[in-house]
């Protein structure tokens, strides 16, 4: 049994996520507007990062809602091969956002 005063409160995976993200959208409008108003030349790289931004909520927002039979994230977690490819098409996402910026 865990006392009332050792008792952390969790979040749902969801609200988690949420915050997560609404933290990444916050950074990316701020570096975006620094790099606009200040470092001019450093605004496509962040632009490049804002856009990986958007990809990876939109990821979530189909993973979430639209294949919300399958739990993506444990099936990653359990095969190795699984993550491997999870983290080369992030590394592929990364690439592609930020060369077409």
Do not use: Q
Request: glycine share 2%.
């Amino acid at each position: 049994m865990v006392h009332k005063e050792t008792k952390a409160v969790l979040l749902p995976k969801r609200k988690k996520a949420l915050l997560t993200f609404f933290l990444l959208w916050v950074i990316a409008l701020i570096a975006l507007t620094l790099s606009y108003n200040y470092f001019i030349e450093f605004s496509a790289f962040f632009v490049g990062i804002a856009k990986y931004v958007i990809a990876i909520t939109l990821f979530w927002l189909i993973d979430t809602f639209a294949v919300s039979e399958v739990n993506t994230m444990e099936l990653i977690g359990k095969d190795p091969v699984a993550y491997a490819i999870f983290l080369l098409s992030n590394a592929i996402l990364i690439a592609g956002c930020i060369s077409t910026s």
